[in-house]
């Protein structure tokens, strides 16, 4: 009955999804190209806030626990687990005061309005995963500019995401290169819990009534010792994960 009932609600998700889009690619164009990065920054917050409230019609809620006092003066590498598209407008809007920019692969660049206009013009890397060494330097451009700009970095460290919400083996190499490359930054691990289950059913219809839950453990600082940061910050976000904890 929950299926069925997905199928009309997922059609109308589809169309006010698809309409902001629409709206705010010029908006984001105007306020890039006329007003600067900030309004272009806030534009973007904006996108990724109408984007959350299109799920509301699928009966999506959201909790985003953050109990920390997050300076916004550093440089920050925000590192979640990864379970769906979902994943990312509550990150962006939540943590906007920190400027998040996201490790993307490049095919996400073209041909989708507002999102390919953000990645490639608002920050963030676009990295080809056939292509190891593109992949790598732009990592480390990233990492670079955020440490000069004192802004944030998103990294999906599992490399592609879950299907089951079960967490996947973390990938150094991009988290690592991150912390190389902004030595002053704190790391902050964020739990996603339920997004997985907006694709529960596959592309169409999307899952209905789900609350996503994002959980910000304690930041840490980046030192020398990359491995045991790496390892703490793995720790900390499969502990926040309760499909995990129920296996």
């Known amino acids: 009955m929950q299926k069925l009932l997905a199928y009309p609600l997922t059609f109308i998700y589809i169309i006010f999804f698809g309409l902001c889009l629409l709206v705010f690619h010029p908006i984001q164009w105007v306020c890039f190209n006329i007003f600067g990065y900030n309004a272009h920054r806030m534009s973007v917050a904006f996108l990724n806030l109408s984007l959350m409230r299109c799920t509301h019609i699928l009966g999506t809620t959201y909790d985003f626990n953050n109990p920390y006092d ?95 919400g079960h967490p996947k083996p973390f990938k150094a190499t991009g988290l690592k290169l991150l912390m190389k490359n902004s030595p002053s930054a704190l790391v902050v691990p964020i739990s996603i819990n339920n997004s997985w289950k907006m694709l529960k059913y596959g592309k169409f219809p999307n899952g209905i009534g789900n609350h996503i839950t994002f959980q910000v453990h304690e930041p840490i600082e980046v030192n020398s010792n990359f491995d045991a940061v790496l390892a703490e910050t793995e720790q900390k976000v499969i502990s926040g994960i309760t499909s995990f904890k129920s296996k």
């Open 70 to 164: 997050i300076p916004t003066d550093r440089p920050l590498i925000i590192v979640p687990n990864h379970q769906s598209m979902h994943d990312i407008p509550p990150i962006v809007w939540f943590m906007r005061k920190h400027h998040p920019k996201f490790v993307s692969k490049k095919e996400l660049g073209k041909g989708i309005p507002s999102v390919s206009y953000n990645l490639r013009h608002g920050g963030s890397v676009l990295i080809d995963r056939n292509d190891s060494r593109q992949a790598l330097s732009e990592i480390a451009k990233l990492g670079r500019y955020i440490e000069e700009h004192k802004r944030s970095a998103v990294i999906f460290p599992e490399g592609t995401r879950s299907r089951t």
